[in-house]
């Protein structure tokens, strides 16, 4: 404990103290040593039941004598500016006179019906955490953060879980009291929470304002996407008032709807522009106002600019794309190229490669779904190889399923490992992990390998541009 609170001064302006982390035979020592603690940071003393998220089986909501007995152990301990207690056990403010009190109230199965009713309770400030799994259900939730600065209150607004993960990060600009973070990936106590180290060197939470530019990547998975420290990277070297956050998203036309477009829109975030990724870069295009030449030609977008209220769409990915396979594999004209599937990814591929006079073929599982872009291209399709002598005339085999990516695929690969015989480069778009297992087997195979993290890089830096006119 000593040591992790060593640690977390290093990044945090209050280091909260789960004591119901601990065991129940290791409390009094621990409020001991805490009291004794020369540290210059602050603590927050937080001893949470189990229904409320707390990490002690043996304490129950119910356990009110266990609850009053710590609070009152940890009164005699003066290091405590901030002392978070339960809604359902308010004692923060009685027994902490000159103390933030907090009252804290948290939803872990979302099915809370009111978070309101929680935010009448009268408390130096209110905590109200609810787990989401769709992004617009946060606007509940931040509209309280609204109501409060209207109020002269104080609020921690938090939607919990990835899609409710811009909350946590936008929230300081906002007026929210505080945010909350983990001290490293392992030691999260909420779902969706982002370490202490990104919250301040990749967000940079604390220089956000109201005029910050906010951009994100709107996609079905964020979890695992390198994009925001691509971007804020981009926007910390260049000085800009500017943040990109992961805006996880099933459902996108409420999205749109509910949080993006002008007319209909009920939070006021700021955002400038957005990122598009699998499975939205070909639904997002009824919603923009312009969609430039090459975007229409692909037939996806993967950009969009806000400006003065209007949606811009492009597309990034085909010159992302294009450029180190050129540089790995040299000329590509006549250059013959087996392409696995057929989303909005293969169609920024199919664009790029017809432009520099390759060959190609889809192959796809879905046949129907793909003689789309096979008829508009004018190109083969063919169903994804499963015998071993299919790919024995191509030069190059480019992934663009999904199949191999972090989570539930990661460790598969789209193709037999036979059937890549006699391919001269394999690449992958995929770029978590950065070695999938089809870049594994080509290696094996003596075949020279591309990842998809240059494409990544490359497709980040014209958005860029066009965000930032540089
Ligand atoms: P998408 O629009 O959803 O298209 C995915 C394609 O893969 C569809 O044709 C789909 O077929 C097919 N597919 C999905 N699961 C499959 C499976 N289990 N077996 C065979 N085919 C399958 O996605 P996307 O935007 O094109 O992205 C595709 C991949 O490229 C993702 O892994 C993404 O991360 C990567 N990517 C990387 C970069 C980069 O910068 N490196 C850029 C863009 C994309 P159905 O139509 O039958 O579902």
Request: proline residues 3%; contains cysteine.
């Amino acid at each position: 404990m000593i040591s992790e609170i060593e640690k977390a001064s290093e990044f945090a302006d209050v280091i909260e103290l789960r004591f119901d982390c601990l065991d129940d035979v290791e409390l009094d020592k621990a409020i001991a040593i805490v009291a004794d603690l020369k540290c210059e940071k602050p603590f927050l003393a937080t001893y949470r039941p189990l229904e409320q998220g707390g990490n002690n089986p043996a304490l129950v909501s119910d356990d009110l004598h266990k609850r009053e007995s710590f609070f009152s152990k940890a009164r005699k301990n003066a290091n405590f500016k901030f002392v978070d207690s339960e809604f359902d056990f308010p004692i923060a403010k009685t027994y902490f006179k000159n103390s933030v009190g907090i009252i804290s109230f948290h939803d872990f199965t979302g099915s809370a019906d009111d978070p309101e009713a929680i935010y009448l309770q009268k408390a130096d400030v209110i905590k109200i955490a609810v787990q989401i799994d769709e992004i617009t259900e946060s606007i509940k939730i931040w509209k309280l953060l609204e109501k409060t600065k209207k109020e002269g209150r104080e609020i921690i607004p938090i939607a919990m879980g990835e899609a409710g993960k811009w909350t946590r990060i936008l929230g300081l600009a906002h007026g929210a009291y505080m945010t909350y973070a983990a001290l490293d990936d392992e030691s999260g106590t909420a779902p969706g929470q982002i370490t202490a180290k990104d919250m301040r060197d990749v967000y940079r939470v604390k220089e956000l304002n109201l005029e910050t530019e906010v951009y994100g990547i709107i996609g079905g998975n964020t979890a695992f996407s390198q994009s925001p420290y691509i971007h804020n990277a981009a926007f910390k070297e260049s000085g800009r008032n500017a943040v990109y956050v992961p805006l996880q998203v099933n459902n996108l036309d409420e999205f749109m709807r509910r949080m993006v477009l002008p007319a209909t829109r009920e939070v006021e975030l700021n955002f400038h522009g957005f990122s598009v990724t699998i499975p939205h870069k070909q639904a997002i295009m009824q919603y923009l106002d312009e969609i430039d030449e090459t975007a229409r030609a692909i037939g996806a977008v993967n950009t969009v600019k806000i400006c003065e209220g209007k949606l811009f769409g492009y597309n990034t990915d085909a010159e992302g794309f294009i450029e180190p396979l050129r540089k790995a594999f040299g000329d590509l004209s006549n250059a013959r190229v087996a392409l696995l599937g057929a989303g909005g990814a293969a169609r920024a591929c199919v664009y790029a490669l017809k432009k520099a006079g390759a060959d190609v073929t889809i192959f796809a599982r879905n046949l129907d779904k793909a003689k789309l872009l096979s008829d508009e291209s004018g190109i083969a399709l063919n169903q994804l190889p499963t015998a071993s002598n299919q790919l024995l005339n191509f030069d190059i085999l480019v992934n663009s399923t999904p199949v191999g990516m972090k989570g539930k695929s990661e460790g598969e690969s789209p193709i037999h490992k036979a059937s890549l015989e006699g391919l001269k480069l394999v690449y992958d778009l995929i770029y978590a992990p950065e070695k999938t297992k089809l870049l594994s087997d080509a290696a094996e195979l003596g075949i020279k390998t591309l990842g998809g993290m240059e494409m990544l890089l490359g497709q980040a830096a014209a958005q860029q541009k066009l965000w930032t006119n540089s």
